[in-house]
């Protein structure tokens, strides 16, 4: 089975060349074709092979998103969304040409309700944009997936992160959104009532939906009281299973933990060195918890004596900032750390989630397969949601070990789907897993599929996305 | 603008004819055509009329679902699913007759995952059955949206109740659920997994769909456990407006309330002689918290003051099961105690909801309405999500007092949708709203039409609600 699915979408080469015109004409120095300025907005963070758009168009309002996709549907032109290029599994490539709409321009911050806990932003508004535009208001947006995507990246790829155990994924936040549809008009999918009964939920049909469905320009986001006090810390296990099972009492018990994240012996291995931590090299689950001064006390107490429970320990916590600043900040150079082990190697990201009853399982199978396979590949996770990362460390210039590395990661979303779990948990099916999504849904991929006819008959939204569309 | 939308539906009689000869011999007895069960299931709990479906089939599983929607499909006749009968917007009746499908046979709990606080229950379980097979588990369901509804309906609705400020509504509960769909396949929408990115979100798009894309067979719904401790009591303040201040004041503070009720003067009053309260007239706050020992009653002192703050109080609190259980059951009996205010009356009941920074404005101009129009309207609501609703209390034989219920009605749906909100937090559309949804959602009709065409081009699936669809 092929990992990744680049079978071109065919180029409707007179259509595009009528677009490139007209746009030049419309937006002067705001559309490019330069080689560079395309390459760049094909370009992905793995190792998926960058398909250029034919030209960029760089959006300043939805008004402007609405004129470029009006002027690709009448051409029948390809349009791909383009946040800040942070997603991973080729959702920004063109692979039948066509206009990539660059939304950095969209960077406006339109209100913040403070009573409400909301606010309405332009898709192209970055989420530490946003956290730091709210820093005087003591509110502030949790979901963190680690880049510094734009909330409507986000948002089209339903990202999670650290935080999503507590305050959930872009699918329970973004509360309403506006989307420029491929026939050019703009709609409004609610309004700034917490819930709503009144009609079909096209809020969450297009968060996920990768800019296959629309082009997403405004987003109505959650919003969260900066919590009074924090306290966090690391907790060292004997094994991957003894974390997983003190990771489900946590969450069974209630305890509201803020973050519960897991890594691996390969990759605290390779943090120890990259972030001079003073850990063991072995499987540790990095906490935090969010609350009143006696609510994280109490719940870092109760987590230790879980953790103790299940052979971990000791677990050293604290609610002095700079500590956990120092820790967490070792948990977000995962990915830097992980470089260590293999100099001159590309990573291959990859994310499955499964039932966290099965996770121990599921992570344990995966570290056998990556020792019989021979790859360096470290593991991260949030485990409290059942959600792990592999990142395959691999030389990009040799055709057998991509294949290795590509079978590996079929085997594993083939896994996570036999544990009743997903083929991705956060970073979206893009090219990288449409191989697997019909294992993972049988027949819903045809209502799916109806959905997608129905909304763009001419397939010009985002096409050789998600879902294999008949020639 | 007529408040229910009872425009029929076009008979096909041929078809119906057809299809009321095959189920008798496919289901025998399962199959029922007498006058008083077809009123039955085309009966609703508010003032609107009846509209019987021809026959209602009482399926037993799944499968049975998927023959009678092949059945009516092939004679393109309408299907109308009904769990017990507690939807308050018409849903269950049948405009263009045929066949009501009665999911209550359908009332396996299929299984419990304890470590992954999730259950598989068929949709005709009601969720007092879920949490009475759950009471040795320690998990609980805990949305309650009142009545003893059918998951599969509340989640068709897309309910909520008292405790959704805390756990969420049945759009964050719902992990996964099978549905047949019109053309009479059933497909699954997720799998167990916390969280996915793997293609549309199905499961959202069929929770809140009344019936009208697909008949829901079974649910994968979120378990919690249940607290180690509940603290809750009765506080009274002296306006709607500072009790909403208190809430939005306890919200912003990040207060983890699990039931912010506020209940009116008027329906104090009811309340009063109905449940024997010792409290004074005045707009009341019920509230509750969930978690430790200490956590609970730090957050009962920590909302006593910020009513006080607000003028409220004396806040009396407990955490005596027995004592919780009266107040409670005094909030749950306000339907009851609020037909003592006009004996012999029937109650339109009604819900909007507001960001509720607009809350104590709309609840405001709402009573000075109901004063306005001579009503007798008590008023309670869900007000962490900015959600209330108004009982109209009228005599269903006065065609004059009934037009002047509906235009306020009407009003009230106006206002909310003027104040950024919607027509209806948690009652769903049905007949009752059909008129304010595109008032609401505007081009996005277009939409939701164009997703309902594509998954159901008969229009076979529950026709007549939700979305006016052209002749």
């Not at 519960?260 to 890594?263: D, F, G, Q």
């Not at 429970?309 to 000791?314: A, K």
């Given at each position: 089975?092929?990992?990744?699915?680049?079978?071109?979408?065919a180029?409707?080469?007179?259509?595009?060349?009528?677009?490139?015109?007209?746009?030049?004409?419309?937006l002067?120095?705001?559309?490019?074709?330069?080689?560079?300025?395309?390459?760049?907005?094909g370009?992905?963070?793995?190792?998926?092979?960058?398909?250029a758009p034919d030209?960029?168009?760089?959006?300043?309002?939805?008004?402007?998103?609405?004129?470029?996709?009006?002027?690709?549907?009448?051409?029948?032109?390809?349009?791909?969304?383009?946040?800040?290029?942070?997603?991973l599994?080729?959702?920004v490539?063109?692979?039948?040409?066509?206009?990539?709409?660059?939304?950095?321009?969209?960077?406006r911050?339109?209100?913040?309700?403070a009573?409400?806990?909301?606010?309405?932003?332009?898709?192209g508004?970055?989420?530490?944009?946003?956290?730091?535009h709210?820093?005087?208001?003591?509110?502030?947006?949790?979901?963190?997936?680690?880049?510094?995507?734009?909330?409507?990246?986000?948002a089209?790829?339903?990202?999670?992160g650290?935080?999503?155990?507590?305050?959930?994924?872009m699918?329970?936040?973004?509360?309403?959104?506006t989307?420029?549809m491929?026939?050019?008009s703009?709609i409004?999918?609610?309004?700034?009532?917490?819930?709503?009964?009144?009609?079909?939920?096209?809020?969450?049909?297009l968060?996920?939906?990768?800019?296959t469905?629309?082009v997403?320009?405004?987003?109505?986001?959650?919003?969260?009281?900066?919590?009074?006090?924090?306290?966090?810390?690391?907790?060292?296990?004997p094994?991957?299973?003894?974390?997983?099972?003190?990771?489900?009492?946590?969450?069974?018990?209630?305890?509201?933990?803020?973050r519960?994240?897991?890594?691996n012996?390969?990759?605290?291995?390779?943090?120890?060195?990259?972030?001079?931590?003073?850990?063991p090299?072995?499987?540790?689950?990095f906490?935090?918890?969010?609350?009143?001064?006696?609510?994280?006390?109490?719940?870092?107490?109760?987590?230790?004596e879980?953790?103790a429970?299940?052979?971990?320990?000791?677990f050293?916590?604290?609610?002095?900032?700079?500590?956990?600043?120092?820790?967490?900040k070792?948990?977000?150079?995962?990915?830097w750390?992980?470089?260590?082990?293999?100099?001159?190697?590309?990573g291959?990201?990859?994310d499955?989630c499964?039932?966290?009853?099965?996770?121990?399982?599921?992570?344990?199978?995966?570290?056998?397969?990556?020792?019989?396979?021979?790859?360096?590949?470290?593991?991260?996770g949030h485990?409290?949601?059942?959600?792990?990362?592999?990142l395959?460390?691999?030389?990009v210039?040799?055709?057998?070990e991509i294949a290795r590395?590509?079978?590996?990661?079929a085997?594993?979303?083939?896994?996570?789907?036999g544990?009743?779990?997903?083929?991705?948990?956060?970073?979206?099916?893009g090219?990288?897993?449409?191989?697997?999504?019909?294992?993972?849904?049988?027949?819903?991929?045809?209502?799916m599929?109806?959905?997608?006819?129905a909304l763009?008959?001419d397939?010009?939204?985002?096409p050789?996305?998600?879902?294999?569309?008949?020639?």
């Open positions: 089975m092929a990992l990744s699915d680049l079978r071109a979408v180029r409707n080469e007179e259509g595009i060349a009528a677009v490139l015109g007209i746009l030049k004409q419309r002067g120095e705001r559309f490019q074709t330069g080689q560079a300025m395309r390459e760049q907005h370009h992905t963070t793995t190792y998926i092979p960058t398909q030209g960029v168009a760089f959006a300043q309002s939805a008004g402007e998103v609405q004129e470029v996709v009006r002027i690709c549907a009448a051409h029948r032109v390809p349009v791909i969304p383009f946040g800040v290029g942070t997603s599994e080729g959702h490539n063109a692979p039948g040409g066509g206009i990539s709409i660059d939304l950095s321009g969209l960077n911050i339109l209100s913040v309700n009573e409400d806990l909301d606010c309405t932003v332009e898709a508004v970055t989420r530490e944009a946003l956290n730091q709210l820093r005087d208001t003591g509110l502030f947006f949790p979901i963190d997936p680690g880049a510094n995507a734009t909330l409507g990246g986000m089209a790829t339903r990202a999670s650290t935080n999503a155990v507590r305050y959930g994924t699918r329970e936040n973004v509360l309403a959104l989307a420029v491929a026939g050019g703009e409004a999918t609610g309004r700034r009532a917490r819930k709503s009964s009144a009609g079909y939920d096209l809020t969450r049909l968060v996920g939906s990768e800019g469905l629309g997403i320009t405004t987003l109505t986001l959650k919003l969260y009281g900066i919590p009074q006090a924090i306290s966090g810390g690391v907790c060292p296990f094994s991957v299973e003894a974390a997983c099972n003190a990771v489900i009492m946590t969450i069974q018990m209630g305890i509201p933990v803020a519960i994240e897991l890594v012996a390969l990759q605290m291995r390779a943090m120890k060195t990259y972030s001079k931590l003073d850990y090299e072995s499987p540790c689950l906490v935090e918890f969010h609350g009143s001064e006696a609510g994280v006390k109490e719940q870092a107490e109760s987590f230790g879980i953790a429970e299940h052979g971990g320990g000791p050293l916590w604290t609610t002095v900032a700079e500590e956990r600043a120092k820790l967490w070792a948990r977000h150079d995962a990915y750390a992980s470089q260590t082990l293999r100099p001159g190697a590309k291959l990201s990859t499955v499964v039932p966290i009853s099965r996770l121990a399982e599921c992570i344990a199978e995966t570290e056998a397969d990556i020792a019989a396979t021979g790859l360096v590949a470290p593991i991260v485990v409290g949601d059942g959600n792990f990362h592999v395959v460390l691999m030389d210039n040799d055709p057998r590395a590509e079978e590996f990661v085997r594993l979303n083939l896994r996570a789907i544990m009743d779990g997903t083929c991705t948990g956060e970073h979206g099916i090219q990288g897993k449409m191989a697997f999504l019909e294992r993972e849904h049988g027949a819903a991929v045809e209502v599929r109806a959905v997608k006819l763009d008959p397939g010009i939204m985002n050789g996305k998600i879902l294999p569309m008949p020639a």
